[in-house]
T-cell receptor, first 111, second 114 residues
Framework: QKEVEQNSGPLSVPEGAIASLNCTYS??????FFWYRQYSGKSPELIMSIYSNGDKEDGRFTAQLNKASQYVSLLIRDSQPSDSATYLC???????????FGAGTRLAVHP | NAGVTQTPKFQVLKTGQSMTLQCAQD?????MYWYRQDPGMGLRLIYY???????DKGEVPNGYNVSRLNKREFSLRLESAAPSQTSVYFC?????????????FGDGTRLSIL
């Protein structure tokens, strides 16, 4: 089992729809969770961080964390073609004392 | 507003050659990291430096060495390049000496080894 798992996609959504990206992790003592966006050929860019159970909203982005079920998700409302990118989930693993990245989910928003 | 600067951006090497990837940050961050990114495998940590004067191995350290030259600079060296080291290399930094803080990435070095 991979430490951080994401569906590789592509996840295809129409413009204006809600895109839902999911991530599961294996280390139960993980404390910090991050979502990065990476455009093709570019570097990862931090878009959200979440540390407590529940929802955290920032503009069109909402991160959701459920530590009991060991998953974290990212919702993108009113999706735009400019949101088309790969989204990387990253989890700080207390057991390994490092940030572990999932392989990423590719999102395609079509007009 | 440079952030994290990596050089070079592209490099082609022959098997057995050596080279050093350079990384510098101007955000006064304590911690710096080197990752490699391969298709379908996400980012894998090669080495990190929690603070000036310290370095530690990450997930895939074999074939690499690092130097934390000062607080700003963290270099990655390939002593004898192998085709398996063809990858995109990212340097990152974070504010405090803990890896649970958000990391800020450089633009990457695209390295091909023939």
């Amino acid at each position: 089992q991979k430490e951080v798992e994401q569906n590789s996609g592509p996840l295809s959504v129409p413009e204006g729809a809600i895109a839902s990206l999911n991530c599961t992790y294996s280390d139960r003592v993980s404390q910090s969770f991050f979502w990065y966006r990476q455009y093709s050929g570019k570097s990862p860019e931090l878009i959200m961080s979440i540390y407590s159970n529940g929802d955290k909203e920032d503009g069109r982005f909402t991160a959701q964390l459920n530590k009991a079920s060991q998953y974290v998700s990212l919702l993108i409302r009113d999706s735009q073609p400019s949101d088309s990118a790969t989204y990387l989930c990253a989890v700080f693993s207390g057991g390994y004392n490092k940030l572990i990245f999932g392989a990423g989910t590719r999102l395609a928003v079509h007009p | 507003n440079a952030g994290v600067t990596q050089t070079p951006k592209f490099q082609v090497l022959k098997t057995g050659q050596s080279m050093t990837l350079q990384c510098a940050q101007d955000m006064n961050h304590n911690s710096m990291y080197w990752y490699r990114q391969d298709p379908g495998m996400g980012l894998r940590l090669i080495y990190y430096s929690a603070s000036e004067g310290t370095t530690d191995k990450g997930e895939v350290p074999n074939g690499y060495n690092v130097s934390r030259l000062n607080k700003r600079e963290f270099s990655l060296r390939l002593e004898s390049a192998a085709p398996s080291q063809t990858s995109v290399y990212f340097c990152a930094s974070s504010e405090v000496g803990r890896v649970d803080q958000p990391q800020h990435f450089g633009d990457g070095t695209r390295l091909s080894i023939l």
